[in-house]
């Protein structure tokens, strides 16, 4: 600017023709100037009306942001065009409402209307009315230390010691000195004292007004602003700060990374009267529709000149998908605790549990619901708990269209399985693992879809989208009546798509995800927890450790070498109806708020916890070890905002943060924990993991000194023994995971040889001994009725098939089904991930419905 400059005159640069001959609207330079040179940290003095005036009202720092603004004064000043920091006589304030520019961080696509009103934004207003606690940076320090020879040299409150030094080892001044000397007082900075130099008092000192607030929702959008100074219009009212998008005061970066109005700014301005005016946002996408229509994905979408453009009333969410904007809503919270332990909804009795294992575990689950349909056992199921693979075949078993005997296919006899009949097509259920989910990932990948939703996008095509259940614009509800109640609570809803369980099935489902870490940082095997999503309520019950003497709040690792941790983090207490998950934390921090309430007020979620992201979270397998490599994890990984429920134990209520979630088997494989917290007491266990159960030693008669390692039987049983590499994992979380005793470990697998020795599909009843997990929240001892039903090949149901099928057995991959029934999680059929042959999927179904069959009046037992 500074050439420009010297070539103007000054009347010309003090009427505003300079600055219409950049692009921007007249300005009043010399005036504007003035005011910004003389000015405090946040006012510009006080209009002619004697009202406070924020600098964030002044043209020239609204259109070009403070410190370029600052910078063209000065290079105005040094050309003779302005007198810089004298204000002007007369001058009154301007009134045109403000506007943020979409700015150059990426494709912005125009202005974001702060407010309706036109009272410049909520930053200011909102300070008094949000209640905001000011708290200095901890362990701040301006790095000067020197200060130890000062007459403040031996107050560590003012002058720090050097972590575990002792005086004269200084670290500098402490906020507390910035304070008690009036190093900044008023806001009015004092050059020597200031600046990056001095690490930024201004930045983390409330007596600089550089200070953190306890706020009630993340500010930090996720977007970069270090080569612009400026960030995408679509971000909304942002401003760029050490490099980093961060939304104004008063305003929440949702999972988007878009700046919303604040649940509790909102409620608070609308306690006061004033205007809230509307949440603006953008509605282009940067997808295309020449060949037709918008892809799936984008949501709510129409074909406008080759565009896909979000339909009226939605919104454009970071990932280019269009979602309504519902605003502030009611919805339940239901704190679960140590003090409060019981569960919202239908008691749990019953529960069938459905184990992960990708495409194997749909296709063993495929059979054994076929017998169980057919023993009329399904309806009598109170909860079925998936993970993963089991968490496909389940969604589908409970939310299809679909009568039962078309969903699953008609019973199978071993005898008339031959080749010819195994290669027809399955059952939908079945056939749904038939899809090739690598060209339908590559397929979304050209058509615009981001890494961070291409997984949960690819499992939506491949597994759901043949049962119409894909769609990302729809929320989850028990029931057609519970919509009716939803809609009369929250009137924006009337026009909103719901999916329901389908009755006749299971009276809810459980599917099983793993919340890993917040971004940025690493999971580990002590903090990582279990994410449980109902069509009723979502969320995590109990804090870890509940109950007992360590610390419910967890610590997180930086991804990034040499960044600090994240430290004493409250997650879980409770769970919020499934579609209000994902929002900003509620506007009452207290009870009917934050502790729990029916009727709790809080900003609807960006987009809808719908069944396909529970799906494709539940089953994000590479979830806990993308969270550790820097950069990649963020960017893969499927993300949800997540705030604790509070309580009288912890009532200091919690911003919402986003979190990076993995597969249910990151943490948990088998479905168990989730339904020993409900207090079921009669247990199904659908255990189809990938390994044997050992042959040698004999668990009957053990070595003297036999020590289990876990590697008995498939980690999924083991683990819940506390057996398995619980540890070191770095991808599996079993750490917590022990709740049965161990020394009914080897008696058990001593059963299973003797099964599989026999021939029988394992399948075995026993009464558990629960113990209780502080982890997990499981209260015991108690009791469980308990029916395993483990995976493994059973020689009395190969026998019982023809000669060509037992023959394409015998010959392995040559065959088309080698290491039946043991078939391995991923590549099975390389180069695909999860492709499946039809002769795979119906004689593995075939072998879980024998099993069944084989066993119906265990099942009977346990699940009637």
């Known amino acids: 600017l500074g050439p420009q400059l010297k070539h103007r005159t000054s009347p010309a640069i003090a009427d505003g023709s300079m600055a219409a001959s950049m692009g921007f609207e007249p300005l009043h330079l010399q005036e504007e100037c003035a005011l910004l040179g003389s000015s405090s940290h946040s006012s510009a003095g ?3 009306a004697g009202s406070l005036l924020p600098l964030r009202r002044l043209p020239l720092v609204r259109r070009l942001g403070r410190r370029s603004a600052a910078a063209l004064c000065c290079c105005a000043a040094a050309a003779g065009a302005v007198q810089w920091g004298r204000r002007p006589t007369g001058w009154s304030a301007p009134t045109e409402a403000p506007a943020l520019s979409s700015g150059a ?3 912005g696509d125009g202005a974001w209307t702060v407010d309706a009103d036109g009272s410049g934004g909520l930053e200011d207003d909102v300070e008094e009315l949000y209640g905001e606690t000011c708290v200095d940076t901890p362990n701040w320090t301006n790095g000067w230390s020197g200060c130890a020879y000062s007459g403040a040299g031996k107050d560590p409150t003012l002058c720090a010691l050097t972590a575990g030094g002792a005086w004269p080892s200084t670290a500098g001044y402490t906020c507390k000195f910035y304070e008690a000397k009036g190093m900044c007082a008023a806001g009015e900075y004092k050059s020597f004292a200031m600046g990056s130099g001095l690490n930024s008092p201004e930045l983390n000192c409330c007596a600089c007004k550089g200070y953190k607030v306890t706020a009630e929702c993340m500010r930090d959008t996720g977007g970069g602003c270090g080569w612009t100074g400026t960030c995408n219009g679509w971000r ?3 401003d760029c700060k050490r490099g980093k998008c961060t939304c104004q005061k008063g305003y929440c970066a949702n999972e988007a990374g878009t700046c919303l109005q604040s649940s509790r700014a909102v409620a608070m301005r609308k306690k006061a009267g004033m205007n809230v005016g509307p949440q603006q946002c953008s509605t282009k996408t940067s997808g295309g529709c020449m060949m037709g229509g918008c892809a799936f994905w984008r949501g709510a979408t129409d074909c406008e000149m080759f565009k896909c453009v979000c339909q009226p009333g939605h919104c454009m969410d970071e990932f280019g998908g269009c979602y309504k904007s519902m605003g502030l809503i009611r919805a339940e919270v239901v704190p679960i605790h140590a003090t409060q332990p019981k569960f919202p909804g239908v008691p749990v009795v019953t529960a069938l549990c459905v184990s992960g294992g990708g495409s194997r575990a749909l296709s063993a689950a495929l059979g054994s619901f076929r017998a169980l349909r057919d023993l009329g056992l399904l309806p009598s199921i109170d909860a079925i708990s998936s993970v993963s693979g089991g968490s496909w075949a389940s969604a589908i078993l409970m939310f299809a269209k679909m009568d039962l005997e078309t969903l699953l296919g008609p019973a199978t006899t071993p005898s008339a399985l031959s080749l010819a009949e195994l290669d027809k097509t399955p059952a939908p259920l079945g056939n749904a693992v038939t899809a090739k989910i690598n060209d339908i990932a590559i397929s979304l990948k050209l058509s615009g879809v981001p890494f961070g939703m291409l997984w949960v996008a690819s499992v939506a095509k491949a597994f759901l989208e043949p049962f119409g259940l894909n769609r990302f614009d729809t929320y989850l509800a028990p029931s057609l009546a519970a919509v009716e109640q939803i809609k009369l609570k929250n009137p924006q809803f009337k026009d909103a798509a719901f999916q329901v369980p389908t009755p006749g099935r299971a009276k809810t489902i459980i599917m099983n995800a793993a919340i890993l870490s917040p971004e940025s940082f690493k999971a580990s095997a002590d903090d990582v927890v279990n994410l449980q999503v109902s069509p009723d309520f979502t969320g995590s019950p109990f804090y870890p450790h509940f109950g007992s003497a360590v610390d419910a709040q967890v610590s997180y690792q930086s991804a990034n070498v040499g960044d600090k941790p994240l430290t004493k983090v409250l997650i879980g207490g409770g769970l919020v109806s499934t579609y209000a998950y994902g929002s900003s934390a509620p506007t009452n921090r207290g009870l009917n708020g934050q502790m729990g309430g029916e009727d709790v007020e809080m900003q609807s979620p960006t987009r809808p916890m719908c069944l396909a992201r529970a799906v494709g979270m539940s089953s994000a397998a590479f979830g806990g070890q993308m969270s550790g490599i820097p950069g990649i994890g963020a960017e893969t990984n499927p993300r949800v905002e997540i705030w604790p429920v509070s309580s009288d134990e912890h009532p200091k209520p919690q911003k919402a943060m986003r979190f990076m979630i993995g ?4 943490l948990e494989n088998t479905g168990v924990l989730a339904a020993l917290q409900r207090g079921a007491s009669r247990v199904v266990a659908l255990i189809n993991g990938p390994n044997p159960v050992v042959m040698t030693p004999s668990f009957c008669d053990p070595p003297a000194g036999y020590i289990p390692t876990g590697a008995e039987i498939t980690a999924q049983f083991a683990n819940l023994f506390g057996y398995g590499d619980v540890e070191n994992s770095q991808q599996e979380f079993h ?3 022990e709740v049965f005793l161990q020394s009914d470990y080897l008696p058990m697998l001593c059963e299973f040889q003797k099964l599989k020795a026999s021939g029988k599909p394992i399948t075995l009843r026993k009464t558990m001994q629960v113990q209780p997990n502080s982890w997990w929240g499981i209260i015991g001892p108690r009791s469980a009725d308990f029916l395993f039903a483990i995976l493994e090949r059973s020689e009395a149901f190969v026998e ?23 078939m391995q999680t991923t590549f099975y059929n390389p180069p695909d991930l999860t492709y499946w042959t039809p002769r795979q999927i119906n004689l593995l179904a ?6 069944v069959r084989q066993n119906a009046e265990l099942f009977k037992a346990v699940l009637r």
């Open 735 to 737: 750490k917590y995971n």
């Open 46 to 48: 006080t209009d002619a």
């Open 846 to 851: 075939a072998q879980t419905e024998y099993a």
């Open 236 to 238: 909304g009212p942002t």
């Open 800 to 822: 019982s098939l023809p000669s060509d099928t037992r023959q394409a057995l015998a010959q392995g991959a040559a065959g088309g089904v080698p290491d039946f029934p043991l």
């Open 105 to 107: 961080e990426g494709s």
């Open 663 to 666: 597969d249910g088997g990151n």
